[in-house]
C-alpha cells in the first residue's frame, strides 16, 4: 500500500463499520511500524480491498482488513491476510494479533480458517454499540 492507494482505501474504508478517518489510515501507512498489502482487481486493476497493521520486534498486529462491498465473498479477504501474514513472517514476525467484534462472525470464520486462535476477550471493547472483543493470535511457526 502506497500512499498513491489511499483515496481508493479510504473510499472502501468509508462502508465499513466504524470506519477510520482518511487521516488515521494515513497515519498507519506513514507510521515507522505500519505496514499495509492492497489487492487489485477488475480489468482497471482497482484497489479491491486492503489490509494493514503494526509491527515491533518480532510481533505484528493487524489494525483494519476491508474488501469493496461488490466484491465480497470471492476469498479477497483471506487472499490478503494470507499475504500479510507470509511478508510478515518473511520479515522475522514470529507472531500476530488482532481483535474482532464478539458478534462478527464472518470475520471470526475467516480468522479460523487461516489459522487463527482465541488468546482473550477484552470485555466492552467496542463502542456503538457497545462489545467485547475477542483477542486472537497467529503463530507463525507453531510449535
Given at each position: 500500500?502506497?500512499?498513491?492507494?489511499?483515496?481508493?482505501?479510504?473510499?472502501?474504508?468509508?462502508?465499513?463499520p466504524h470506519p477510520w478517518s482518511r487521516e488515521q489510515l494515513a497515519a498507519q501507512m506513514h507510521s515507522p511500524a505500519g505496514w499495509g498489502l492492497i489487492v487489485l482487481a477488475g480489468s482497471e486493476a482497482a484497489v479491491a480491498g486492503y489490509v494493514c497493521g503494526a509491527a515491533v520486534a518480532d510481533e505484528a498486529e493487524i489494525h483494519r482488513l476491508a474488501v469493496a462491498e461488490n466484491l465480497r465473498r470471492r476469498g479477497l479477504g483471506r487472499m490478503l491476510v494470507a499475504g500479510a501474514l507470509e511478508r510478515l513472517r518473511t520479515d522475522g514476525i514470529r507472531r500476530c494479533w488482532l481483535e474482532v467484534r464478539a458478534s462478527n462472525a464472518a470475520a471470526l470464520a475467516l480468522y479460523g480458517r487461516i489459522g487463527f486462535y482465541r488468546t482473550g476477550i477484552r470485555k466492552?471493547?467496542?463502542?456503538?454499540?457497545?462489545e467485547d472483543a475477542l483477542v486472537l493470535r497467529f503463530d507463525m511457526d507453531p510449535q
Open positions: 500500500m502506497t500512499a498513491a492507494d489511499l483515496d481508493a482505501v479510504a473510499a472502501i474504508e468509508a462502508r465499513t466492552k471493547y467496542y463502542r456503538s454499540p457497545e
